[in-house]
Nanobody, 127 residues
Framework: QVQLVESGGGSVQAGGSRRLSCVAS????????FGWFRQAPGKEREFVAG????????GYADSVKGRFTISRDNARNTVDLQMNSLNPEDTAVYYC????????????????????WGQGTQVTVSS
């Protein structure tokens, strides 16, 4: 089992940047693939970015591609989401998620693929 704690949320003006971090504790960090999801008020939780166990594979939602970057540090047990060129549509609660990686060493995009979730961190982008 793994516990996830997100940090780094807050308020930012449109065009600005924010870096979210997710610290994982519990089982060996390197066996997990991770993802970041977000949920805006009145909307479904949606995939933002995913990273494979070895960090060799990453994937992004079309809405954030080219602006957001997911990374992991297996020595620090952290998964980060660097968010640039933020706009008000990025306002949401951001969640870190984890699952034991499969043999393919890929990343995962569906909510049902993940077994563990953090409590979320709010990001608010003002225009």
């Amino acid at each position: 089992q793994v516990q996830l704690v997100e940090s780094g949320g807050g308020s930012v003006q449109a065009g600005g940047s924010r870096r979210l971090s997710c610290v994982a504790s519990g089982r060996t960090f390197s066996v997990y693939a991770f993802g970041w999801f977000r949920q805006a008020p009145g909307k479904e939780r949606e995939f933002v970015a995913g990273i494979s166990r070895s960090a060799g594979n990453t994937g992004y939602a079309d809405s954030v591609k080219g602006r957001f970057t997911i990374s992991r540090d297996n020595a620090r047990n952290t998964v980060d989401l660097q968010m640039n060129s933020l706009n008000p549509e990025d306002t949401a609660v951001y969640y870190c998620a984890a699952r034991v990686a499969g043999i393919s060493n890929g990343y995962y995009t569906a909510r049902r693929d993940y077994s563990y979730w953090g409590q979320g961190t709010q990001v608010t982008v003002s225009s």
